[in-house]
C-alpha cells in the first residue's frame, strides 16, 4: 500500500522567513503545521497565534523532542544550523534547512554523513529549484533547446541601509551578501554547470567585516563560466539568463522566485513561457519534501546532498577570498 500519511511539522526560528512560509502552508496537500519552537517562549507563542499552530515550545531542544513531529523546518540564522538540524536528525526527524546549509564546509560535510549514517531525509530549503520555471528550465536544457549550455549570468542586490546589530551586516550571525543572497546565484550557476574548477572574486566589507558587495566568477576546465554579481549595498535588477550554443533562457526579475521564462531559439522570436507556482511559491519544496519521506527516501534528486556541500564550498572559498571566516554556533541548543 502506497504511505499517504500526512506529514506533521515543526518550524525552529519563528523569524520572517517562517513567517512568509508559514502563511502559503495551506497550499501544501498532506501536510499540517503543528509547532514552533524558539529560544523564547514568548515569541513561540506569538507566532503560533499568528497562523493558527497547535503547540509552541520555548527552546529547540522541547521541539526536536516532539514525538508527534515528522520534520522539522530550520530557518534560525546560518551559524544555528548545523547544531539544531544534527540535534533533530539524532532524533529521527526529518530536517528542511533554509539556506544557506551551515556557516562553514564542515558543518554541511557533517549534516550530509550524518543524514546518511542515521538514514533521515535532509534538504537545504533553496525552493527556487521547485517552482514550475525551473522544472521548465531543467526540460528545455535537457531536449537540448538551446544546444549545449556554455554561461550563465545572474545578479540580485538589495538596498539595505548599514546596520551593525541587522542580521545581514552581523558576523556572528553569518552576516554578508554571499551567504544571504550569493546562495541564490551559486545555487542557480551550480544547478546548471556543476561545480567549478576556478572560483574568482572581487567585493568590499561592511564595518562590521562581513562582505558587502561582490563580483563572482566561476570558471570551468572546458571554457564554461558563470558571472555572478551580488550585493547588500545597492538594490540591482535581480534577472538571470542561460546561455547555449543554439539559443538563451531569460529568468526574468526576480530570478529566484519568476513566475515566467523567455526562450530565445538561433534565428526565432523569443517565446515566453507561462510557470505561475503556487502561492508565493515557497508550497513546492514541502510537497518535495512530504514526497520523498513518504517513498522512504533521505535526498531529493533536485537539491541532493552533494549540490549543497558544492555550493557550500563555492560560498565559503568566495567569502574567505575576502577575508570573511565564518563559524558555528554552537550554543543555540543549551546547556
Keep these: 500500500m502506497p504511505d499517504t500519511r500526512v506529514i506533521r511539522w515543526g518550524i525552529a526560528g519563528p523569524g ?17 503545521l503543528v509547532a514552533v519552537g524558539s529560544r523564547s517562549a514568548d515569541r513561540a507563542r506569538a507566532f503560533a497565534d499568528r497562523h493558527g499552530i497547535e503547540r509552541s515550545y520555548g527552546s529547540y531542544r522541547e521541539l526536536i523532542t516532539d514525538p508527534e513531529l515528522d520534520a522539522i523546518y ?22 528542511l534547512v533554509e539556506k544557506t546549509f551551515t556557516a562553514t564546509v564542515a558543518g554541511a560535510e557533517e549534516l550530509r554523513e550524518l543524514a546518511r549514517t542515521r538514514k533521515v531525509f535532509a534538504m537545504e530549503a533553496m525552493w527556487t529549484r521547485f517552482l514550475p520555471a525551473y522544472e521548465q528550465i531543467r526540460a528545455l536544457i535537457a531536449d537540448g533547446t538551446i544546444g549545449d549550455v556554455r554561461q550563465v549570468q545572474a545578479d540580485l542586490g538589495v538596498d539595505r541601509p548599514y546596520d551593525p546589530t541587522d542580521r545581514l551586516f552581523d558576523p556572528k550571525q553569518g552576516g554578508g551578501a554571499l551567504l544571504d543572497l550569493g546562495v541564490y546565484l551559486v545555487s542557480f550557476a551550480q544547478h546548471i554547470l556543476g561545480a567549478p574548477s576556478e572560483i574568482m572574486i572581487n567585493g568590499s566589507l561592511a564595518p562590521t567585516g562581513v562582505d558587502a558587495e561582490f563580483g563572482l566568477l566561476l ?55 507561462d510557470c505561475t507556482p503556487l ?27 552533494d549540490d549543497t556541500v558544492a555550493v557550500q564550498r563555492i560560498l565559503n572559498d568566495a567569502a574567505e577570498q575576502l577575508g570573511v571566516h565564518h563559524a558555528e554556533d554552537e550554543t543555540v541548543l543549551g546547556s
Design 16 to 32: 520572517r522567513i517562517a513567517d512568509a512560509e508559514a502563511g502559503d502552508f495551506g497550499l501544501v496537500p498532506d501536510a499540517e
Design 219 to 273: 570558471g570551468y576546465d572546458d571554457g564554461r563560466a558563470a558571472t555572478l554579481l551580488g550585493s547588500i549595498k545597492n538594490a540591482s535588477p535581480g534577472s538571470a539568463r542561460i546561455v547555449g550554443t543554439g539559443g538563451w533562457i531569460d529568468v526574468p526579475p526576480r530570478f529566484h522566485h519568476p513566475s515566467r521564462i523567455i526562450v530565445t531559439r538561433k534565428g526565432a522570436e523569443p517565446e515566453e513561457i
Design 279 to 305: 502561492g508565493h511559491g515557497y508550497p513546492h519544496q514541502f510537497i518535495e519534501v512530504g514526497e520523498r519521506i513518504r517513498a522512504g527516501e533521505i535526498e531529493s534528486p533536485v537539491v541532493g546532498l
Design 74 to 95: 530550520i530557518t534560525t540564522p546560518h551559524p544555528q544550523h548545523l547544531a539544531i538540524a544534527r540535534a533533530a536528525i539524532e532524533a529521527g526527524k526529518a530536517v
